[in-house]
T-cell receptor, first 115, second 108 residues
């Protein structure tokens, strides 16, 4: 079955612009979470969505936001881009339920460069 | 939140050698996973191992949840094993906390 799909794979933006990244989870998976990977900070949790509701949020400024649609697809948005937002953004999905258990599966990532 | 320590940070092996990567957690974790990050950035699932021992080919993993650590064993390493290995786990919430990774280079 198809894995987690992220689009776009690569993008270049300039400071002050905004960006929207998309994630389609594995069919049947209802939880989607987002992570940022940078050389300096490593892999950091951004947020998780389940049944269209944000269930958990990491320590990122309000410029980072997300949402989940009824078909479990998710988008994340970064407004007023800064140079430090250049990173690999990874989306992960999990079958999930009421609990927080279960294996996470990651997409190939969206590599954002801010100039 | 939980802290995750991985060791060693860097490892260089000759092809055919065996290695052990370690992951220590500051608190009890759930959903412990090991990943291999490929050169394009994708995290490839190796093991989902909250406790116990699993094996998959030349790779195996053991998690001792009561002592808050996990080990990844790579036997008869190949050049294709090169890359960064991450362990990660969740605490009481759903956020997965990653270690800083072990960068493995396997040489001929």
């Amino acid at each position: 079955k198809a894995g987690v799909t992220q689009t776009p794979r690569y993008l270049i933006k300039t400071r002050g612009q905004q960006v929207t990244l998309s994630c389609s989870p594995i069919s049947g998976h209802r939880s989607v979470s987002w992570y940022q990977q940078t050389p300096g900070q490593g892999l950091q949790f951004l947020f998780e969505y389940f049944s269209e509701t944000q269930r958990n949020k990491g320590n990122f400024p309000g410029r980072f936001s997300g949402r989940q649609f009824s078909n479990s697809r998710s988008e994340m948005n970064v407004s007023t881009l800064e140079l430090g937002d250049s990173a690999l953004y990874l989306c992960a999905s999990r079958k999930a339920g009421g609990s927080y258990t279960g294996e996470l599966f990651f997409g190939e990532g969206s590599r954002l460069t801010v100039l | 939140g939980i802290q995750v320590e991985q060791s060693p940070p860097d490892l260089i092996l000759q092809e055919g050698a065996n290695s052990t990567l370690r992951c220590n957690f500051s608190d009890s974790v759930n959903n412990l996973q090991w990943f291999h990050q490929n050169p394009w950035g994708q995290l490839i699932n190796l093991f989902y191992i909250p406790s116990g021992t699993k094996q998959n080919g030349r790779l195996s993993a053991t998690t001792v949840a009561t002592e808050r650590y996990s080990l990844l064993y790579i036997s008869s390493s190949q050049t294709t094993d090169s890359g960064v290995y991450f362990c990660a786990g969740t605490g009481t919430a759903s956020k997965l906390t990653f270690g800083t990774g072990t960068r493995l280079q396997v040489t001929l």
